[in-house]
T-cell receptor, first 113, second 116 residues
Framework: EAQVTQNPRYLITVTGKKLTVTCSQN?????MSWYRQDPGLGLRQIYY???????DKGDVPEGYKVSRKEKRNFPLILESPSPNQTSLYFC????????????FGPGTRLLVL | AQKITQTQPGMFVQEKEAVTLDCTYD???????LFWYKQPSSGEMIFLIY??????QNATEGRYSLNFQKARKSANLVISASQLGDSAMYFC?????????????FGSGTRLQVQP
């Protein structure tokens, strides 16, 4: 089944404890992206990747890192999480950058205490 | 400036009736895509329908159709024969082809409640 998977789906952590949210797609998509969704602010892009080893900042990159060592995986790293990073996170991918549809993972609900 | 505007925070519709969710957009890029996503209470983002800026025909996918009026910069979603399972948040989004990030820009969403 073609899909984008994320893990974990739910995570409660404490300030300063490094964490990684994994994202994997099995559709051979070139473009991958991370978004966060917050009440009243909608969905905002954190980072994106046009292809392997090519990543760049989105609207709200502060406090996050990403890597794209393989085409299928695009992990989101929070080196020192803070309470303002409590949010719903989505990974998304599309075959190519451009107009093509982005397919979303199931989301990761993160609570930073 | 808001790139995607959804002016209806909430809508009610009776089961089996049709409903239109409004979306207007703003862009100077001649090449772009318009999307609608559904987000049920469980939280996932489900792709519903896509319209390209150069498409001549309005997009349709089952009970979903997109009423694309390019000159008015509107991309309304029409759901025919509403079902209880259609109750969810609906987001309109745009992706500009010629911007570097190729990000989706989302509207603020419309919460649809289907009543029996």
């Amino acid at each position: 089944e073609a899909q984008v998977t994320q893990n974990p789906r739910y995570l409660i952590t404490v300030t300063g404890k490094k964490l990684t949210v994994t994202c994997s797609q099995n559709m051979n998509h070139e473009y991958m992206s991370w978004y966060r969704q917050d009440p009243g602010l909608g969905l905002r892009q954190i980072y994106y990747s046009m292809n392997v080893e090519v990543t760049d900042k989105g609207d709200v990159p502060e406090g996050y890192k990403v890597s794209r060592k393989e085409k299928r995986n695009f992990p989101l790293i929070l080196e020192s999480p803070s309470p303002n990073q409590t949010s719903l996170y989505f990974c998304a991918s599309s075959l190519y950058p451009g107009e093509e549809t982005q397919y979303f993972g199931p989301g990761t609900r993160l609570l930073v205490l | 400036a808001q790139k995607i505007t959804q002016t209806q925070p909430g809508m009610f519709v009776q089961e089996k009736e049709a409903v239109t969710l409004d979306c207007t957009y703003d862009t100077s890029d001649p090449s772009y895509g318009l999307f609608w996503y559904k987000q049920p209470s469980s939280g996932e983002m489900i792709f519903l329908i896509y319209q390209g800026s150069y498409d001549q025909q309005n997009a349709t996918e089952g009970r979903y159709s997109l009423n694309f009026q390019k000159a008015r910069k509107s991309a309304n979603l029409v759901i025919s024969a509403s079902q209880l399972g259609d109750s969810a948040m609906y987001f309109c989004a745009m992706r500009e082809r010629n911007t570097g990030r190729r990000a989706l820009t989302f509207g603020s969403g419309t919460r649809l409640q289907v009543q029996p």
